[in-house]
């Protein structure tokens, strides 16, 4: 399987995607053995399956009752979800970082340049303060990568942050202030900005601090405040190592090496047309060491070209800190 990791990076069309999907699927099939477990109570042959059409999704609960590993190495780090007290956790066992390294990095150069002179600035509060978040690890890398001195986190240190958007709008310096929803808030109410070059993303979810809102609300809000345009979003979870993002609008594409699929909400083994909504199945390649092929709890809508939106969560849903507004 490690011949096939510089393939998934370097997929470019559909007809490539698909044939790396289907290599991936073959061996996940064999060495996955939660998801093995699956499709065997399914039914399913793994031979026969010759379309990415007809490959199945795993629940994504399956990381919180077993061990999703498609390889025999021990894992070099051990994700997990936030979670609330009694909650039981998703776990992901990543073998190899270095997958999760590269999927993150040209993800994120695919959608916002180079990371080497851009200014990040992090105001991520309740992904600090616990272990085993798989942003806080992304969001270190690109601190790292940074040249920028400026770049960092912050907690609460607001009017910190305050002074050195500031400075940083002064400067005509490119910044990306990524935050938990809630935090960004709590900044507003607080500060106010007019920095339209400013490209501020939402992580989503209160994490049980505030209300919910629906989207178009909360953006307002948001663009208001920091004056600017739109406001940006990524999509990740603890079960995925690559991440969706939007520049606006809740509006959100994948990178080359991902995909969304919808499926009928009250049969989850039939897949959906592009014009209805659906429950949120993924596809991503980057997982090769785990399961590529994900059912989440989402519900979403496609829209041409691939993107998509979130509109929502399955009800008694595990509540989950990315992307939790409904629409």
Known sequence: MKTLIPQLFSIRDEKQFNETALAVFKHQAAACMPY???????????????HVADIPYLPISFFK????????????????????TGQIQSRHLVTDLKVYEDSFNKAFTQFYGQIENTCLLALLP?????DGSSL???????????????????LHNHEELYQKLNALKTAGQKTILIGVTYALLDFLELYQLDFPDLIVMETGGMKGKRKEMVREELHAILKNGFGVEAIHSEYGMTELLSQAYSSGNGVFDCPNWMKIVLRDTNDPLTLLNSTQTGGINIIDLANINSCSFIATQDLGRLL????????????????????LLVQ
């Open 65 to 84: 009752s077993h061990s999703v590993v498609s390889n025999t190495d021990p894992a070099e780090v051990v994700f997990s979800s936030s979670g609330t």
């Open 36 to 50: 093995h477990q699956f499709i065997t109570n399914l039914g399913v042959k793994a031979a026969q399956i010759t």
């Open 126 to 130: 309740s992904y600090l303060e616990r």
């Open 304 to 323: 041409p070209g691939g993107s998509f939106e979130v509109l929502g969560r399955f009800d008694n849903a595990d509540i989950r800190g990315c992307n």
């Open 136 to 154: 806080i690890y992304m969001i270190d890398s690109l601190l790292n990568q940074s040249k920028h001195p400026d770049s960092g986190y912050f």
